[in-house]
């Protein structure tokens, strides 16, 4: 439920320059011709995965090993649909790589794509195994697989992240998108430039996302937990699509928005601005607390947009051409996360009494920036225990252990013997020994080695300096 803490009627002034960023595409070489449409169509989705999924049973009933994994739901949602499935005993093995032959399988359960190619029939059924049935041939008759990739295809090899965007971004058929969304990440160097367009449609989409502190890790192997919730999304960006285009798009009164649709933007950003090419007025029989009901920040989470959770106010005033909505300042938004802004129809006016026909899910979205994963604050809270809070909610890294193996305490050049390390969100809290206990009043430093926390290493020579005061 969103939670406007006041109403402003009042005049702002603004004025912001909107940088539109032109798309680019490359082709994809030795890409055979696809057959499907291009864009989403409506066909693109069996239509028995179109219907909206209802939980109606227990994790643990269905599988054992996903209760607490990130992925649940998404996870669940494929097995109601048969789109997935699991290995005996109720394991799912959500960790467990996905090959490429599964990949394909999958991806063709979902397509709604029954043609088969005769082209090369005889080769597909030679390269693929027979329990794969027709995908293989659909894929490559709907343009999903290339003729480059039946060369040496080793289908038991677990697909990378980017290859399941590629075969996705194929079978979507998107063809012109921007790749600066890609650029603030710090590994797509490696990408050639049709890698690069297939990972940007799919972000674009929100359907592959990078990690907080700024990596995409296309070339990692795709988890099926992973592969579950790439395939969740890819059925709900469909299925969004549908809906916007069944209903009227509109964007007429509007001059322009800032941030502009699809920017990517700071965290910090607090304030969202429509203007208008007419003065507006509130529609007959509606107030300002009307208005204010009549506007939504949501945000995109697990395949669907919801309630962003954010205090915010609405600033209108009639006769006026813009309406901002700007967050309190304990707000901000989540880094690395898309967001859009919605307004009902026929709350707005002009003077003229033609309706503002307001603005749809997903119509005006934003992506904010990846932040880097840092250290805010070292505090001891006594004299044998070390409180590390992070800016954000910390993972296990390969080398993290409990007895606190590769974290360091310095008093002077002495370190200290950590006994223990836990994890909790942004925290990481460290037990020292009885016999190195701190002395009030002194100063300390503290270090982590590399892979102790994931995506995250402080070097000795850049050790943070805290004091202990009893």
């Known amino acids: 439920m969103k939670k406007l803490t006041k109403f402003m009627i009042t005049l702002l002034s603004v004025s912001m320059l909107t940088t539109l960023l032109a798309g680019a595409a490359w082709a994809d070489s030795g890409n055979k011709q696809k057959n499907l449409s291009t864009g989403l169509q409506k066909q693109l989705i069996k239509k028995q995965y179109q219907e909206p999924y209802q939980p109606s049973r227990n994790y643990s009933v269905v599988f054992q090993d996903v209760n607490k994994h990130w992925a649940k739901n998404d996870i669940l949602k494929l097995e109601s649909k048969g789109i997935m499935k699991g290995y005996e005993n109720k394991q799912f093995m959500p960790d467990k790589s996905v090959s490429k032959n599964e990949a394909i399988a999958i991806i063709m359960r979902v397509i709604d794509h029954e043609a088969t190619s005769t082209e090369k029939e005889a080769l597909l059924k030679q390269i693929f195994p027979g329990w794969m ?173 919801v309630d962003a959770q954010l205090e915010y106010a609405i600033v209108f005033k009639e006769d006026d051409d813009q309406l901002v909505v700007k967050l309190n300042n304990k707000e901000f938004l989540s880094a690395n996360s898309k967001y859009c802004l919605t307004i009902d129809d026929d709350i707005l006016v002009t003077r003229k009494a033609r309706s503002f026909s307001g603005i749809n899910k997903g119509e005006w979205y934003f992506t904010t920036k990846a932040v880097a994963l840092a250290i805010d604050e070292v505090t001891a809270t006594n004299d044998t225990t070390v409180v590390i809070q992070f800016n954000e909610d910390i993972q296990k890294g390969k080398k993290f252990n409990s007895n606190g193996t590769g974290i360091h305490i310095l008093k002077g050049t002495r370190e200290l013997d950590v006994t223990a390390a836990r994890i909790a969100g942004a925290k990481l809290t460290l037990a020292l020994d009885a016999d190195d206990s701190m002395v009030d009043n002194k100063n300390y430093q503290v270090w982590l080695s590399e892979d102790v926390i994931d995506n995250f290493s402080l070097k000795k020579e850049k050790a943070i300096e805290f004091k202990y005061e009893d």
């Open 133 to 305: 049935g027709l995908a293989p041939l659909q894929a490559y008759d709907a343009g999903i697989l290339a003729d480059w990739e039946l060369m040496g295809w080793n289908g038991n090899k677990p697909a990378t992240r980017i290859e399941a965007a590629m075969w996705l971004s194929r079978a979507a058929g998107d063809e012109d998108v921007s790749l600066t969304e890609l650029l603030s990440f710090k590994d797509i160097k490696g990408l050639k430039q049709d890698e690069l367009t297939y990972a940007a449609t799919m972000y674009k989409r929100g359907i592959l996302r990078g990690t907080s502190d700024g990596y995409l890790n296309p070339f990692n192997p795709i988890t099926r937990g992973e592969f579950a919730v790439m395939i969740s999304r890819f059925i709900d960006s469909v299925d969004m699509d549908i809906d916007l285009d069944e209903e009227e798009q509109t964007t007429d009164y509007i001059s322009n928005l800032s941030p502009a649709n699809k920017a990517k933007i700071d965290i910090n950003t607090n304030k969202f601005t429509i203007h208008f090419t007419e003065d507006m007025v509130l529609a007959k029989g509606q107030d300002i607390e009307d208005l204010a009901k009549a506007i939504q920040l949501l945000q995109y989470k697990n395949g669907q947009w």
